[in-house]
């Protein structure tokens, strides 16, 4: 009787020095949770390599821009020397003032003015590209049609095609128009090019969107004018935001087009900033002056993206409520 009674204690003993972790007893279920938890060592060099990496790409792209706004403060005569300075200790403000007021070269327009004629046909683009690209792609999406699947491979060609290819006939075409150096026929020439992107990307968000939805609505009451701008144009504002930013960017930083087809008092930012930077002063470069201007010419964008990104955020977290 003893002796199982001494059994018994000795296998609850065990079972609590298990339970409890004591040292000296096998291998607990707590440590096992605990190792289980804690990361290999194969992981952790793994994952401080990758943010290594991630670190060392965010650096070399925030420099550029970093750079480029120490030049805009720096006076010319430390800009272009053996030892640079990575901080602006003289601060002047006086490269900001030139690049706003002097013209690019004589006869030619300043920033104001190329500054305006941008924001124009870069808000008219807008405009025009979301409003075809929308209705095209709904056509697309929802309606089947005679050349539908050849209309759709015909705009991804198109897309593929570069615009330098297509430089001689564009301009043939805007002269034969008489729309040579006029913002219309710069606009149009920079709808034609972001339309069949915006189509296509575009038609996936409204395919996306299932037509049930809009079934429902018109069941509950709505119209179907009604169940669409209730129900699926909200679903759809984050895909016509994303586009919108797409076409926005490729019409302000456009340059190639703008060039050939531009001139005079008539030129936007980019070939503004070229001619602005060619035209010499005392024989030598204003270089802090051009960064001020390419400092100028980026805040439009930034702003713009920073106003753009909260509502597409916001329109996103809707979207997958009304879902």
């Known amino acids: 009787m003893s002796t ?3 059994t018994a204690t000795q296998v609850g003993t065990v079972g609590v020095d298990e ?10 279920p707590k440590r096992r949770s605990l190792q289980a938890r804690r ?8 994952r401080t390599l990758l943010n290594s990496a991630a670190a060392i790409v965010f650096g070399m792209s925030v420099f550029p821009v970093y750079w480029m706004i120490n030049m805009s403060l720096t006076p010319n005569s430390e800009i272009i020397t053996r030892e640079p300075s990575f901080l602006p200790l003289d601060f002047t403000l006086q490269n900001y003032f030139t ?16 500054l305006m004629t941008s924001l124009t046909v870069t808000a008219g683009v807008l405009v025009a590209t979301l409003l075809f690209a929308f209705l095209a792609s709904i056509a697309v999406a929802r309606f089947h049609f005679k050349g539908r699947r050849g209309f759709i491979i015909s705009v991804l060609i198109v897309q593929m095609i570069p ?13 034969d128009w008489q729309l040579m150096n006029t913002l219309l026929g710069l606009g149009i020439v920079y709808t034609a090019a972001v339309i069949p ?19 429902a609505a018109m069941i509950d009451g709505c119209t179907k004018s009604q169940a669409f701008w209730k129900v699926t144009f909200p679903l759809l504002a984050p895909g016509l935001i994303s586009t919108g930013i797409f076409a926005f960017i490729q019409s302000w930083n456009e340059f190639t087009m703008a060039l050939l087809l531009m001139s005079g008092y008539n030129l936007p930012l980019m070939p503004w900033l070229n001619a602005f930077q060619s035209s010499s002063v005392g024989g030598s470069v204003d270089w802090g002056a051009v960064m001020a201007g390419s400092t100028l010419i980026a805040i439009p964008v930034m702003i713009f993206f920073l106003i753009v990104q909260g509502k597409m ?5 809707a979207g997958a409520v009304k879902g």
């Open 99 to 114: 690049a706003w007021t002097r013209e690019a070269a004589p006869g030619q327009t300043d920033f104001p003015h190329a």
């Open 19 to 28: 339970m409890l972790g004591e040292p000296g007893s096998p291998k607990t």
């Open 4 to 6: 199982q009674v001494t």
């Open 313 to 317: 955020t916001g329109g996103l977290v």
């Open 197 to 215: 992107f915006t189509i296509w990307t575009l038609r996936g968000f409204v395919a996306g969107v299932p037509a049930d939805l809009e079934e």
């Open 39 to 46: 990361p290999s060592r194969r992981r952790v060099v793994a």
């Open 163 to 175: 615009g330098e290819a297509m430089m001689f006939t564009i301009y043939g075409m805007i002269d």
